[in-house]
């Protein structure tokens, strides 16, 4: 399948995959691999603190990204402390479709 990048510098998946998560990984060849990703709170209790996202552990043989993910573990650790405190993109367009409605 042939993606054209338009100006803005994004490319369109179809609707089958609107709205899903993937992580992109950029290797050193300039090709790009798109991998649908779920993100699971840790914590889903109802009457909890707001959750906060695991930082997945890579395979044994990934070990330039643990020790990538180990030495960022506190730009990682603000990140979370932020993203809990925010509303979700895809929540704040279908509030934002529902009062424009």
Not at 64 to 87: F, L, P
């Amino acid at each position: 399948m042939l993606k054209e990048v338009g100006a803005s510098g994004q490319i369109s998946l179809g609707k089958k995959y609107a709205g899903q998560l993937f992580e992109m990984d950029i290797r050193p060849d300039g090709s790009i691999v798109m991998q649908p990703v779920k993100v699971v709170p840790a914590n889903q209790a109802v009457n909890e603190a707001p959750p906060s996202y695991a930082v997945p552990r890579p395979p044994a043989s990934s070990q330039g990204t643990r020790e990538w993910a180990d030495a960022h573990a506190a730009d990682i650790d603000q990140y979370n402390a932020w993203a809990s405190q925010r509303e979700p993109y895809s929540q704040r367009v279908r509030r934002w479709r529902a009062e424009s409605a």
